[in-house]
């Protein structure tokens, strides 16, 4: 009987409520008075950017899979993982501190003009960028392309679908760095696809590429080179050949992670 009366109780408080709720709804709101300005409307926030380049992870047995480490510990793993995926072969042209946060600031200067040498994952070319000829026939010697010859290796020894699938499974942690990095409302997969994008966007020239050089730095002759974005000029300087190789990976890697292989 107790419990019976304590419902009755409980379901009378609630109808009460939801009744003086109910009644509060129709009466008119007064207007202020006229010497007492309307109370200025609060701004709403303004919505997060779409994602466009959604990064479906693959279903998995939850239990069967590690939890992912920290940002800060996540270098061992990850290049662990890396090299199983090179058939054991040893990553000695990767930096090996701070990976994943070297692989997003990469990215995301990519296509802008300049790229700080500071954040690239991967060690330096080796050998003098290789030129031919002085003053208005100063270019870039045909054998500068054999400077990235270890650089080509690595890259022919890349399966995409399981590069790929290491991405996919940090991405969690990608993603946090991005937003570390500034970006706290954006998508680092589609920061990615833009890259790609860029670099598959890079023009693969034939002749002889024409340089000058104001200072220490060598820079193109042709201001249109010049101002195309860090990415482009990289895979210019490769060379053609090069360029048509990364090219044909970037397009497997982009279909993976975006559903399209990209402009051809």
Not at 60 to 67: I, R
Request: charged letters at 20%.
């Amino acid at each position: 009987m107790q419990k019976k009366t304590l419902g009755m109780a409980l379901a009378a408080i609630l109808l009460a409520g939801g009744l003086a709720a109910y009644f509060s709804q129709l009466k008119p709101i007064p207007e202020p008075p006229p010497d007492m300005p309307a109370p200025a409307a609060v701004p709403m926030p303004p919505p997060a950017p779409a994602i466009r380049h959604p990064l479906n992870a693959p279903a998995a047995d939850a239990s069967a899979v590690a939890p992912l480490p920290e940002l800060e510990q996540s270098d061992a793993p990850l290049l662990k993982a890396l090299g199983r995926m090179l058939g054991g072969r040893p990553l000695a042209l990767v930096l090996t501190d701070g990976v994943i946060r070297r692989i997003v600031a990469t990215v995301d200067n990519l296509p802008r003009r300049h790229l700080p040498a500071a954040v690239i994952p991967l060690k330096s070319v080796p050998k003098v960028f290789a030129t031919t000829g002085k003053g208005d026939s100063l270019a870039i010697s045909s054998r500068n392309a054999a400077r990235y010859a270890r650089h080509m290796k690595l890259l022919r020894a890349v399966d995409a679908t399981k590069l790929v699938a290491i991405y996919v499974r940090y991405y969690p942690l990608f993603q946090r760095a991005y937003e570390e990095l500034g970006y706290p409302k954006a998508y680092f997969n589609d920061r990615l696809v833009d890259a790609i994008d860029d670099l598959l966007a890079a023009p693969e020239l034939a002749g002889p590429i024409k340089l000058e050089q104001p200072g220490v730095l060598y820079e193109y002759a042709e201001s249109a080179l010049e101002s195309r974005s860090a990415g482009q000029k990289i895979m210019i300087r490769m060379g053609r050949g090069n360029a048509s190789e990364i090219k044909a990976k970037l397009r497997e890697i982009r279909k993976l992670v975006s559903g399209s292989s990209g402009p051809s």
